[in-house]
């Protein structure tokens, strides 16, 4: 059976195929096709350098035509950034032809005046008595309080100097010792001339504090009057500007012509400070007429428009409010308005004027009477035409103007309507016309509405900001329901 089995299976040859014997021999018989050359490593590298050097050309190939395309498109930017800075810069050239057209290259004046610009004078010999029995007992004392005895010949400067020692020390005040005329002059003259500032202010307090005492009441022969300290103010080199027009102009060129002093003697401070306590008992002491007085008020309001006198603002506004509230009640009235007249007659650029006027300010009624009756006198001033007071009279010339016309000169009208402004705040009459109050209030409206905010024309900005403005200030004040909308 088995025998069989191989026999069959013998017979048939297709089992080896499959064998390995089989494999073997076909893989002999049939021929193998070998490499014809064998590859170095240098071979190796230098082709797989150059299939690396392929891929950098084609990266760097792509990299030059990108590089291209953003030069292209950064000079397209560069083009059209100075086509549009050419188009700007002739867009600013038109619009300043027209502002030079327009006449609206103006330059604004600042405010201020060099009063102080005269040559400044030397201090006046003054000298004490050596034979006077006050002088005599005082000397007596300094030789107590020198521990030093002085001979009996002293000479006159030594008993300025012992005097002026005691007086820097404080001697008078903490003694009280009663002082003579010739003494309180010679004190009063050191005061105002000395460049010593501890004598200058010991001299002051002393002054100040003698005021205050009965024994100036009793004599006030010592207190100088108006042409004295007038004298001292030309002597720090102040220069009065004349009434008249052609006096002013000559006045203005000589003082252009005079080296400008940097500021007046650091004596006016007291000087200003013995003023205001003189003035607060002027009713008691009676050393100064109503014309002095009037004369005082002018010559200290002019001092607010020096520049070089802002660190005395304070200073000077005080001395104001004494001088004016020196006066009686039947006295008030009659002298506001020859002060205001006074005030207004000194030719001043426009512009001084409306910060004299503004300086006047105060919380007293006869600083604020003051100052409306200023502000009036130049209101009428600067309209060229003849003072005549009321709400409806300053109306009616305001509201001839037209601002929608070439030829206004919007320069007069803005300080016109700062003028109108402070006079008519302070006038009580405004409340209780109710008519003043609209027309006004539509004035200041069409100066708001009608004058455009791109209008080249001098000063008409200023007008037009300072028209909205005073619209709110008046509307916030005076309730709605007191006017119509006009």
Not at 386 to 408: C, E, F, H, Q
Request: proline share 3%; hydrophobic share 35%; glycine share 4%.
């Amino acid at each position: 059976m088995a025998s069989t089995d191989f026999d069959a299976m013998m017979e048939d040859d297709s089992w080896l195929e499959d064998s390995p014997s089989r494999s073997a021999e076909l893989s002999v018989t049939k021929p193998f096709n070998k490499r014809s050359k064998a590859y170095s490593i240098d071979e190796l590298l230098r082709d797989h350098y150059k299939d690396k050097n392929k891929g950098l050309d084609r990266e760097l190939k792509q990299f030059r035509t990108y590089v291209s395309d953003s030069e292209d498109s950064e000079n397209e930017e560069f083009c059209l950034k100075t086509r549009k800075e050419a188009q700007f810069e002739k867009l600013v050239e038109t619009c300043e032809k027209q502002v030079h057209a327009g006449g609206a290259t103006l330059d604004i004046p600042k405010w201020g005046e060099k009063l102080f610009t005269g040559k400044r004078q030397k201090a006046p010999a003054t000298s004490l008595d050596p034979d006077d029995p006050v002088l005599q007992s005082l000397l007596a004392s300094y030789r107590q309080y020198n521990q030093n005895p002085m001979e009996s010949h002293a000479s006159e400067q030594s008993a300025e100097s012992a005097v002026a020692q005691l007086l820097a020390s404080g001697w008078f005040l903490s003694l009280r010792v009663k002082l003579g005329n010739q003494i309180l002059r010679w004190i009063f003259d050191t005061m105002t001339f000395t460049t010593d500032k501890i004598l200058e202010r010991a001299a002051c307090n002393l002054l100040c504090h003698h005021l205050d005492t009965a024994d100036c009441y009793a004599n006030p022969s010592w207190i100088p009057r108006f042409k004295t300290f007038f004298g001292i103010f030309e002597a720090y080199g102040y220069h009065k500007l004349e009434i008249s027009g052609d006096q002013v102009k000559k006045a203005r060129l000589d003082s252009q012509q005079r080296p400008a002093l940097l500021s007046p003697p650091h004596n006016l401070g007291s000087l200003l400070r013995f003023l205001s306590v003189s003035m607060k008992k002027r009713q008691l002491h009676k050393a100064y007429s109503r014309g002095d007085v009037e004369q005082f008020a002018v010559l200290i309001a002019s001092l607010f428009l020096d520049r070089c006198l802002l660190p005395l603002s304070i200073t000077v506004h005080e001395c104001l409010e004494w001088i004016l509230n020196s006066f009686r009640e039947q006295e008030w009235k009659e002298s506001c308005e020859r002060i205001a007249i006074s005030l207004a007659k000194v030719e001043r650029s426009n512009v001084n004027c409306l910060k004299l006027t503004r300086s006047l300010h105060g919380r007293e009624n006869r600083m604020k009477c003051l100052q409306s009756l200023v502000a009036l006198q130049y209101f009428w001033k600067i309209a060229n035409e003849k003072t005549n007071p009321g709400v409806w009279n300053i109306l009616s010339v305001l509201r001839r103007i037209d601002v929608k016309r070439k030829a206004v000169d919007f320069g007069s009208l803005y300080y016109q309507i700062c003028m109108a402004d402070i006079w008519l705040w302070s006038n009580r009459n405004l409340d209780a016309e109710r008519g003043g109050l609209e027309a006004w209030l539509f004035f200041l409206k069409s100066c708001s509405f009608q004058i455009s905010s791109t209008d080249w024309r001098p000063y008409a900005t200023k007008v037009r900001n300072h028209a909205s403005y005073l619209v709110q200030v008046y509307q916030c004040h005076y309730q709605a329901d007191d006017y119509e909308e006009t």
